[in-house]
Every structure is written in structure tokens, then in C-alpha cells.
């Protein structure tokens, strides 16, 4: 038994909700998601209330139950209240500047690396340390903050790199000399 699965999705005041086959969307005052549905996986939508419900118990049934309700609620939520991912760039001379809707970081590469933005997505840089990736789409702000990160990971000998804010990075002694 889906214990994530089974609890209801209520609805907050201004969002609404539409499933029309196996295609969910969710209108708010943020913007409008659509997101396909499993076919093993029936969604119901009744006084501002969702429900996700699944036909039998076998794995793989079980195992998107509680999935599709939790992508369901991230929807939501989303269209109400923007998911935020913010990234911290530490190490001499490293920093961000923003250039219109695309990120320009300097990363101690011979050339700028220019990074931009997907649609759905916008950057907000409070100063040249701090990248704050900003959107409706929780799966897309999380996989853009990670492809940034990628053009310079955190290094565990001097803790050069690009890392999420709440990350902690595990140094590492470096050789020791006779």
C-alpha cells in the first residue's frame, strides 16, 4: 500500500487543475505545466481535491503510484510558488556575470564560458559568487543548477569549483613534503 500515493492533492485557490486522457496540466499565476501520465495510472480531479489511483498491486504499478502523485503535487506547488536552486563559485578570480538572459562565467578556462538559459528557466546573480537558478519546473531548475555545476565541479584539494549553497565539500590533505 502507496502511502505517498494514496494521500489526496488539494488544490489551492487559483490554480487549476485539467486531465484530459493521459495528459495533466496545471494553470497558475506563475505559469502553465503539462506533464504525460503513466497509462497504468488513473488521476481524478473532484472539489479542488486530486486523486491518483492505480488498477492492481503489481511492481511496477506500486512503484509509479507514489511518482506520479509526487510529480502531480511538485506541479502545483510550482505554479504557485517558484523552485529556486542556488549555486556558490568559490576560487580566485572565478565569478558570474549575467548578460541578458544568459550566464557568463569566468572559470579559469582561457575563455569565458557562456551559459544559457532554457526556456522556463531565469538566473539571478546577487553577486559574482552566487547563481540563483529560478522556475516553475522543479525537475527543470534541478537539472539546470547540475549542468552548471558540471563546467567546473568542486575540487577536494583546494575547493575550487562551482557547489550547491548547502553543499559541503570533504578536503583533502594534499602531498606532504620531507
Avoid: W
Avoid at 487559483?14 to 503513466?38: A, F, N, S
Avoid at 472539489?47 to 502545483?76: F, Q, W, Y
Amino acid at each position: 500500500m502507496s502511502r505517498i500515493g494514496n494521500k489526496p492533492i488539494t488544490v489551492p485557490a487559483g490554480v487549476e487543475v485539467k486531465v484530459d486522457g493521459q495528459k495533466i496540466t496545471v494553470k497558475g499565476p506563475k505559469g502553465t505545466l503539462e506533464k504525460e501520465i503513466h497509462k497504468n495510472i488513473s488521476v481524478t480531479v473532484e472539489n479542488n481535491v486530486v486523486k491518483v489511483s492505480r488498477p492492481n498491486d503489481e511492481t511496477l504499478n506500486k512503484s509509479i503510484h507514489g511518482l506520479t502523485r509526487t510529480l502531480i503535487n511538485n506541479m502545483i506547488n510550482g505554479v504557485v510558488t517558484e523552485y529556486t536552486r542556488e549555486l556558490q563559485i568559490n576560487g580566485v578570480g572565478y565569478r558570474v556575470a549575467k548578460q541578458g538572459n544568459n550566464l557568463n562565467l569566468t572559470l579559469g578556462y582561457s575563455h569565458p564560458v557562456i551559459f544559457e538559459a532554457p526556456a522556463g528557466i531565469s538566473f539571478d546573480v546577487p553577486n559574482p559568487n552566487t547563481i540563483i537558478v529560478k522556475g516553475i519546473d522543479k525537475e527543470l531548475v534541478g537539472q539546470t543548477a547540475a549542468n552548471i555545476r558540471t563546467k567546473r565541479p568542486p575540487e577536494v584539494y583546494r575547493g575550487k569549483g562551482i557547489k550547491y549553497a548547502e553543499e559541503v565539500i570533504r578536503r583533502k590533505v594534499g602531498k606532504t613534503g620531507k
